[in-house]
């Protein structure tokens, strides 16, 4: 059986969607567990008036953190294999089938990950993710990871119960990012069964894509660097090349944003990790030059 983990906050409007994606996959041996952080929406009517005995529905205090729900959805799951979706996002109808069957014919592999499609308000935006790669790879992915020359999107993911052991939990004390912290440490312990194959429709919206999420994003993303150093699983090298690249992404969200002088700051602190960034000196040298035209 495979436990599905859905968290929801308020996506009333959504949510149904993503549900009957999951109660009408061809590998019907499932538990839809739906862990909701405290939605004052309908989300609640809408579930509990379904019939579908696979499902179970919990609501939750709310706290902001989806990494507290999993937790609990997975302590309350039973199903050897557990699987994540997101309240906004659907699967294509085969998905769990040809993840199943991988890990099913596959011992020497902890999980299993696809490629999806992006839209946008019924607008295709891609296709596929890894345009390059075909077929099934099995492989560590975490090298690829932390050089970020992979993306792996967590409602892909589908793993074995026994990954937890060595894994750990997410983590609780991130409000943004704890998915990826989570990735991280799977990929360092365990290989991937990848499927080159579009089953995940990711639902891009604007509330999953602001320059707000996108700040707070990469400073989780700063703080998962900083535990992966401090258990031994990347270089202090690999810490510092993590740093640059988040400040300098940061400094790009706020010059979005008009804040010149958070910019600049941001841009500071990338070189300060890596000097050798000629770009970085020309995004710093632009903000010192808009900042003088401004007073201007």
């Not at 041996?29 to 309908?42: H, K, M, P, V, Y």
């Not at 793993?159 to 704890?178: A, L, P």
């Not at 401090?230 to 690999?238: E, L, P, R």
């Amino acid at each position: 059986m495979v436990s599905v983990i859905l968290t929801t906050y308020n996506r009333a409007h959504l949510v149904m969607e993503s549900i009957y994606s999951v109660l009408g996959q061809t590998h019907s041996d499932l538990e839809l567990i739906i862990a909701d952080d405290g939605s004052t929406d309908n989300t609640e009517e809408l579930v509990q008036a379904l019939p579908d005995p696979r499902i179970r529905y919990y609501k939750m205090p709310h706290t902001g953190r989806t990494a507290i729900l999993k937790n609990a959805a997975i302590r309350l799951s039973k199903g050897e294999l557990i699987a994540f979706i997101d309240s906004d996002d659907t699967w294509t109808e085969n998905k769990l089938e040809k993840q199943v069957q991988l890990l099913h014919k596959h011992a020497h592999i902890g999980f299993s990950i696809t490629d999806a499609f992006s839209y946008r308000s019924g607008v295709m935006l891609s296709p596929r993710t890894y345009t390059n790669r075909r077929g099934i790879e099995f492989a560590s992915i975490f090298n690829r990871l932390k050089e970020n020359r992979f993306v792996m999107y967590n409602p892909t993911l589908v793993m074995r119960r026994s990954c937890i052991e060595k894994t750990g939990w997410f983590n609780e004390d991130m409000f943004f990012c704890s998915d990826y912290h989570f990735n991280m440490r799977l990929a360092y312990h365990f290989d991937a069964g990848i499927i080159y194959e579009s089953l995940l429709w990711r639902r891009m919206h604007d509330t999953n894509r602001s320059t707000l999420v996108s700040i707070e994003n990469y400073e989780g993303f700063v703080q998962t660097f900083e535990y992966l150093y401090a258990h031994n699983m990347v270089s202090k090298k690999h810490l510092q090349k993590a740093k640059s690249h988040a400040y300098l992404n940061i400094g790009h969200a706020f010059k979005q944003q008009r804040n010149l002088p958070a910019a600049r700051q941001h841009y500071w602190r990338s070189l300060k990790h890596n000097l050798l960034q000629p770009f970085c000196y020309l995004y710093l040298l632009k903000t010192l030059g808009s900042g003088v035209q401004s007073k201007r």
